[in-house]
Structures are given as structure tokens and as C-alpha cells.
T-cell receptor, first 115, second 113 residues
Framework: DADVTQTPRNRITKTGKRIMLECSQT?????MYWYRQDPGLGLQLIYY???????NKGEISDGYSVSRQAQAKFSLSLESAIPNQTALYFC??????????????FGEGSRLTVL | DQQVKQNSPSLSVQEGRISILNCDYT??????FLWYKKYPAEGPTFLIS?????DKNEDGRFTVFLNKSAKHLSLHIVPSQPGDSAVYFC????????????FGTGTRLTIIP
């Protein structure tokens, strides 16, 4: 099983609908992130959380909200989806550089299409 | 404003030869750099990193070179293998342990058997 699991993997929805993308991890990491990937733009940080009571905005947080329900769970919500939120979304975790090279561990991605 | 740039969207290299992927950055506050590899339908996975106090870091077939004065880094893969075909992202951070990474746009590497 994957250490960082995202659900759903694919979702098609309509403009104005509320969408939630969920992320859970078994790595025991405190830090969790949501990134968005668009063609030609690389990955951009939406929100991040360093522990359950900590939520921070990233570069492109407008139109998104998050909830850190537990150390292992971090969900991303689009309250009213719009077509330019069509993208590939990645959840990631890290241990704050206590071990390894301080890298992020990514989930497999959630492809969202807003019609 | 793209602070981390990978100007080659794609690169094709013969199996066994050297693959060189390039990355330029504009923010002089960046102090730690990472390369990630991404296969289709999978998330990016960490490959190798380098701190600005070094100019080279090697891990098996993968070597990252950093030229801080030119704000340029490169990833060398020698010898290239078919399994190296993937999209490679360069990422930068103000310091080690700061995971608020700024990513480049990626380079799709294709290894030709």
C-alpha cells in the first residue's frame, strides 16, 4: 500500500459544485502539503500544515480551503469549483528534515476536471 | 514570475549515453536544491539534492552540479537507462528542511534503446 494515499484519483465535476480531495498518510510525518500541477507550470503550493493545529496558505490558496483532521489526514476543498481549477493535485508529507534529505513524499495525485 | 526555470521541455538521449538536464533560478535566497523524478500516473519521487555549500553531489549514476554564481544547476545521468525515461523536476528552497519548495516546469527525458 502507498504511504501517501489520495482519494479520489480521478474526478469530473461541474462548475459550482463542492469538491473534497482527501489525503491520508502512514509515514508518521507531521508536515503535510497540497500542490497543484498545471501543464507548463510545474507544481505550485496551495496550502501546508506543520501539525494538526497549524494551517498556512501557499502561493495559490484562493478558491481553496483545507482541513487537518488528524496527524495522518489532510483534505483539500473547492467550495465552488471553476474550470480553471482543472488540474492534477498532489498531497505530500515530510518529517521536517529530521531524517533523510528533507524531501517531500508525494501521493499518486488526484486528477480533477471541472466542466 | 518563474523563479525556477527548466528551459528544455523535452530531451531524448540514446541508452548508455549521458543525460544532462539543466535548471536555472533567479532568487538568490535559494540555498538548497532538489531533483524529483515523475513517472506517468505516479507522484514525484525524490532523486538527489545539493546544498549551496557544495558544488557537486553524487549518488550512483546521478550527479548534481551547482554553479551558484551563475544560478544554474544540472543533473547528469550516466549511463542513461530506459527506466530513466520520466519527467524531471528541479526544485529550490531557502534552506535545508524548508519544504516550501519552488518547482521548475519539468523536463521530459526519453531514453532511446
Amino acid at each position: 500500500d502507498a504511504d501517501v494515499t489520495q482519494t479520489p484519483r480521478n474526478r469530473i465535476t461541474k462548475t459550482g459544485k463542492r469538491i473534497m480531495l482527501e489525503c491520508s498518510q502512514t509515514k508518521g510525518h507531521d508536515r503535510m502539503y497540497w500542490y497543484r500541477q498545471d501543464p507548463g507550470l510545474g507544481l505550485q503550493l496551495i496550502y501546508y500544515s506543520f501539525d494538526v493545529k497549524d494551517i498556512n496558505k501557499g502561493e495559490i490558496s484562493d478558491g481553496y480551503s483545507v482541513s487537518r483532521q488528524a496527524q495522518a489526514k489532510f483534505s483539500l476543498s473547492l467550495e465552488s469549483a471553476i474550470p480553471n481549477q482543472t488540474a492534477l493535485y498532489f498531497c505530500a508529507t515530510s518529517d521536517g528534515a529530521r531524517t533523510g534529505s528533507g524531501e517531500l513524499f508525494f501521493g499518486e495525485g488526484s486528477r480533477l476536471t471541472v466542466l | 514570475d518563474q523563479q525556477v526555470k527548466q528551459n528544455s521541455p523535452s530531451l531524448s538521449v540514446q541508452e548508455g549515453r549521458i543525460s544532462i538536464l539543466n535548471c536555472d533560478y533567479t532568487n538568490s535566497m535559494f540555498d538548497y536544491f532538489l531533483w524529483y523524478k515523475k513517472y506517468p500516473a505516479e507522484g514525484p519521487t525524490f532523486l538527489i539534492s545539493i546544498s549551496s555549500i557544495k558544488d557537486k553531489n553524487e549518488d550512483g549514476r546521478f550527479t548534481v552540479f551547482l554553479n551558484k554564481s551563475a544560478k544554474h544547476l544540472s543533473l547528469h545521468i550516466v549511463p542513461s537507462q530506459p527506466g530513466d525515461s520520466a519527467v524531471y523536476f528541479c526544485a529550490a528552497s531557502p534552506n535545508f528542511g524548508n519544504e516550501k519548495l519552488t518547482f521548475g516546469t519539468g523536463t521530459r527525458l526519453t531514453i532511446i534503446p
